[in-house]
């Protein structure tokens, strides 16, 4: 029976978030969804983490903010990422507090970032039931183009 090989999974907030706690939440959801996970860390600057996705060659890049100002510096990350051949089709997600506007501002910030090139965007209440499903499509996916 072939051996099926864990998908990679890069792990980073954006460049203006400090937090960390929410870098090890997703880590472990992610290790226990069948993902191999580097975490870049906090405060990572963009090139930082292109170049670390360029390396890395993940199946997955999430980017996770809680300071209230992560769309702005994601819709800034996620325009120069697609900019980069190799990593042009890259499933990507961000989510967290990405707004400081509440539940106002969901649907428009999903959006512009939907339509700037994140494959998803999860905020709100059930962001992380939806991220969950949405890692193991991309899992699944992965596993199922392997030889």
């Known amino acids: 029976m072939p051996r099926t090989i864990s998908p990679t999974a890069v792990v980073s907030t954006v460049s203006s978030d400090a937090h960390t706690w929410n870098l090890i939440f997703l880590e472990l959801l992610l290790t226990e969804t069948g993902y191999r996970v580097h975490n870049v860390g906090a405060c990572v600057p963009d090139e930082l983490l292109i170049e670390t996705c360029r390396t890395r060659n993940p199946h997955l890049l999430v980017l996770s903010s809680v300071n209230g100002h992560g769309a702005i510096d994601a819709e800034r990350l996620i325009k120069r990422l697609r900019t980069v051949p190799e990593l042009a089709a890259l499933p990507t997600a961000v989510g967290g507090k990405l ?31 939806r991220f969950q499903t949405f890692a193991r499509g991309v899992r699944d996916s992965v596993q199922g183009s392997q030889p």
């Open 99 to 129: 707004g400081t506007d509440g539940e106002s501002g969901l649907s428009t910030r999903r959006r512009r970032l939907t339509r700037a090139g994140f494959t998803a965007v999860f905020e709100g209440a059930a962001a992380v039931a």
